[in-house]
């Protein structure tokens, strides 16, 4: 299990899984955000706890992000719409974790700017953008 909370405390979220890896998205706003995303569903294997303030871009309708109102810090994002089998796909910002949970973890590339396609791994790990 994965945990994962914002500076002041007021937002954390819990990952029930173990991902394989995180995600660094290239797209205008996740590369601005820097956030590195684990992804899972609401309610099932990610609960998030803590009142958020949403954002949602004024170009596309299908993900809300979540910050802490408190100390500014991005948490989560949720799909604004269920799947088929009603299940809301979130993903959470592993840089709210502790490192040494999640230091190990690839991280894989997408290109959410031009492509919308996975990158190649370059093999670097978190802890590789930390540090």
Not at 22 to 46: K, P, Q
Not at 58 to 64: F, L, N, R, T, W
Request: aromatic letters at 10%.
């Amino acid at each position: 299990m994965l945990e994962g909370t914002c500076h002041c405390g007021d937002v954390s979220w819990t990952h029930d899984g173990a991902p394989a890896a995180v995600t660094a998205c290239s797209c205008t706003i996740c590369r601005r955000y820097g956030a590195l995303w684990a992804y899972g569903h609401l309610n099932d294997d990610i609960r998030v706890s803590g009142r958020t303030t949403a954002y949602r871009r004024a170009d596309s309708g299908d993900i809300d992000f979540h910050f802490c109102p408190t100390c500014g810090c991005l948490s989560h994002y949720i799909a604004t719409a269920a799947k088929q089998d009603g299940r809301v796909v979130t993903a959470v910002n592993v840089r709210m974790s502790e490192p040494g949970s999640v230091e190990g973890l690839p991280v894989n590339h997408f290109d959410g700017l031009e492509t919308w396609h996975a990158l190649p791994s370059n093999g670097r790990t978190v802890r590789d953008l930390w540090f």
